[in-house]
């Protein structure tokens, strides 16, 4: 029912930058939280970063100061800045959208295609 379109991956060096993208559309009334997730081959997927209606973040330790998660007003585009890039970085990253209960992020069943990121040292 929703559709998620990420892009702005690519191969980068270590340190350098990239701005990733997600695009949602289709038949919703409200996006209450949006969120980044990356998997590597081989690896666990992993919650990489949350941002809730009312502006609130939260990131993994992983990335914390090196990646910004941010949205338009309208929660329909959604941005993951990420600076001084690492190998360990690698992945391919997925958005998706989803809600707090409890106080964890809880991702509903959308997913897009992801957009891959190489990270060479």
């Known amino acids: 029912q929703v559709q998620l379109v990420e892009s702005g991956g690519g191969l980068v060096q270590a340190g350098g930058s990239l701005r990733l993208s997600c695009a949602v559309s289709?038949?919703?009334?409200?996006?209450?939280?949006m969120g980044w997730y990356r998997q590597a081959p081989g690896k666990q997927r992993e919650l990489v970063a949350t941002?809730?209606?009312?502006?609130?973040?939260n990131y993994a330790d992983s990335v914390k100061g090196r990646f910004t998660i941010s949205s338009l007003n309208a929660k329909n585009t959604m941005f993951l800045q990420m600076n001084s890039l690492k190998p360990e970085d690698t992945a391919t990253y997925y958005c998706?959208?989803?809600?707090?209960?409890?106080?964890?992020?809880?991702?509903?069943?959308?997913w897009g295609q992801g957009t891959q990121v190489t990270v060479s040292s």
């Open positions: 941002i809730a209606s009312g502006g609130n973040t």
């Open positions: 998706n959208t989803g809600h707090y209960y409890s106080g964890s992020y809880r991702p509903y069943d959308d």
């Open positions: 289709g038949s919703i009334f409200s996006i209450n939280a």
